[in-house]
């Protein structure tokens, strides 16, 4: 008999109700964002490139300045099972070096329990794997869930910097 792998996956939003977080910009050079949330994503989250996908670039050159849509997916592992999950979408415009600029993304803890063998498809590993997860790893993901938390209020804060910064220049 051939067993599919599976998983049980457990989603938590790191902010809720709020699914996605929301960012505004209107002023001078928006286009610089893109250069911007990719060197964060790499110094705030402290991953290599691999975990780090440009899903969606499209970038057009318009009369008089550009218009942009970028989309990356971020994942941070933090150990076997559970992993900081990010969406970030950038869109905007710019001409004559003056635009709009908007971010959003959607950050979320996940942490996944493999049932890939016919044990860890029945009832007593479940009970099992539910006592351990409420005893033991409960504590570890609070932690985790904390822990993402912090890099994505300070992503969110380096930006809103940025886009000071990019104003007073």
Known sequence: ?????????????????????????????????????????????AVPDA?????????KKTENGHKFKIAWSLMKPFDRWSYLNMEIDLKGYSENGYGKASIEFEPRV??????DYAWQQTVFYEVFRKLWDSIFYKRKREK?????KELCMRFQAELKHFGVLLNES
């Open 51 to 59: 975990y780090i996908q440009e899903k969606e670039y499209n970038w």
């Open 110 to 115: 996940v942490t996944e329990f493999p049932q």
């Open 1 to 45: 008999m051939v067993w599919a792998r599976t998983r049980l996956t457990i989603w938590e939003d790191l902010f809720p109700p709020v699914k996605k977080i929301y960012f505004r910009f209107e002023g001078k050079y928006p286009e610089k964002f893109y250069a911007k949330i990719n060197e964060l994503l790499k110094k705030i989250f």
């Open 144 to 148: 985790i869930y904390d822990e993402s």
